[in-house]
């Protein structure tokens, strides 16, 4: 019962934050803005993405470019370049990794280094950006006064399996937005968040988290928060980025781990306890169902899951706008009992994982 009225009102001051910020405009002089991307053969979808940085509708002397190339395997550096040199009135900058550094944080630190603008907006390479992204998110920057922009990160399932991981994902970005009405902040989506480059610069002094692959979102936000930065949601609908659903059952897998692991590799123990508290949550919540399914109180099982499913209907609906989710929301609720075993798996898996495989390499969690 506490669970589905903590979820209602979490919904209500979700609602209530993005209708407040729908009335938000420039306040002042638009700052300078360098959007910063890591790519590792990303050939496959760098069209798409360059076609749209093309078009944000930012100030042009304001906005700048740089993306980093992670050794890629395929033709995703030559695509950067002939990028730059079609735009030679443009601020880009394209560089690699050289030897001896890889990955996506180290790709990042690189752009960091040399970038020059007041703010730094990040995104992946597979994601789609909207005409007004940089505006957008600039102008929650200015109405807020935050030293980090989380931005709404959503998916566009095609099908059933597809509407089960953007379900998963939409919770964990209702759960960073809401975690924010405490003043608490769990998470950011390395896909769409901006930040101050002096705050930035002075919470990397801070971060003891360079070797630990992934996470360069949500080690950043727990940095300023530690530091009595301001942190804001923005929910202006054209700053929401979509990205890719995972491609095949095996990537789902090693990216949950991914993900998970970052409780395991040195969050504050704030954040490893909610994880903790989540686990033991669908634990109860199956050994409840048992339970009555053993002892035939059909009436109080069918109102558990009436009541959870709603609550969570209204939780998650507002970041669930996107195309593809109609078609299979309807269907969603089936995902109740499962979703449940798929946290207490995962938790184990977790546990005892040593690492996981992304873009092409191998990663611990030791």
């Not at 990303?42 to 304001?62: D, I, M, V």
């Not at 050289?98 to 007041?118: F, I």
């Not at 979509?242 to 969050?267: D, H, V």
Request: aromatic share 10%; net charge neutral; charged share 15%.
């Amino acid at each position: 019962m506490v669970y589905g009225i903590l979820l209602i009102y979490l919904s209500r001051k979700n609602e209530d934050e993005a209708n407040r910020q729908q009335n938000w405009n420039f306040t002042g002089e638009p700052p300078s803005v360098s959007v910063l991307i890591a790519c590792r053969n990303e050939e496959k979808n760098l069209p798409s993405l360059l076609s749209q940085l093309e078009q944000q509708n930012y100030p042009f002397e304001k906005t700048g470019f740089i993306l980093i190339n992670d050794h890629s395997e395929d033709g995703t550096f030559p695509l950067l370049e002939n990028w730059k040199r079609a735009h030679p009135e443009s601020a880009i900058l394209i560089i690699s990794l050289p030897e001896g550094l890889s990955g996506k944080k180290s790709a990042l630190a690189l752009g960091q280094s040399v970038c020059q603008s007041e703010f730094q907006l990040y995104t992946d390479a597979d994601c789609q950006l909207p005409f007004h992204w940089i505006s957008d998110m600039v102008i929650a920057q200015q109405n807020s006064g935050a030293d980090l922009v989380c931005g709404s990160v959503v998916m566009e399932p095609v099908s059933i399996f597809q509407a089960a991981e953007a379900l998963d994902f939409s919770a964990l970005i209702a759960t960073a937005a809401g975690s924010l009405t405490f003043g608490r902040p769990s998470l950011c989506n390395a896909a769409n968040y901006m930040v101050s480059s002096q705050a930035l610069n002075e919470a990397n002094q801070q971060r003891k988290d360079q070797q630990i692959a992934s996470g360069d979102d949500v080690f950043l936000l727990h940095a300023l928060h530690s530091s009595g930065k301001k942190i804001a949601f923005c929910r202006l609908p054209e700053a929401e980025v979509i990205t890719a659903n995972q491609e095949g059952f095996s990537a789902f897998i090693q990216q949950r781990i991914r993900w998970a692991g970052k409780s395991k590799s040195g969050l504050r123990g704030s954040n490893s306890a909610l994880a903790v508290l989540v686990w033991l949550f669908h634990l109860l919540f199956l050994t409840g169902l048992v339970a009555l399914i053993l002892t035939k109180h059909w009436n109080y099982l069918l109102v558990i899951l009436a009541w959870k499913t709603i609550s969570e209907t209204l939780f998650l609906e507002p970041f669930q706008k996107k195309k593809g989710y109609r078609e299979n929301s309807g269907k969603v609720w089936l995902m109740q009992i499962p979703y449940s075993f798929y946290v207490l798996i995962f938790g184990v898996i977790v546990l005892f994982s040593s690492g996981y495989r992304w873009k092409g390499r191998h990663h611990s969690l030791r």
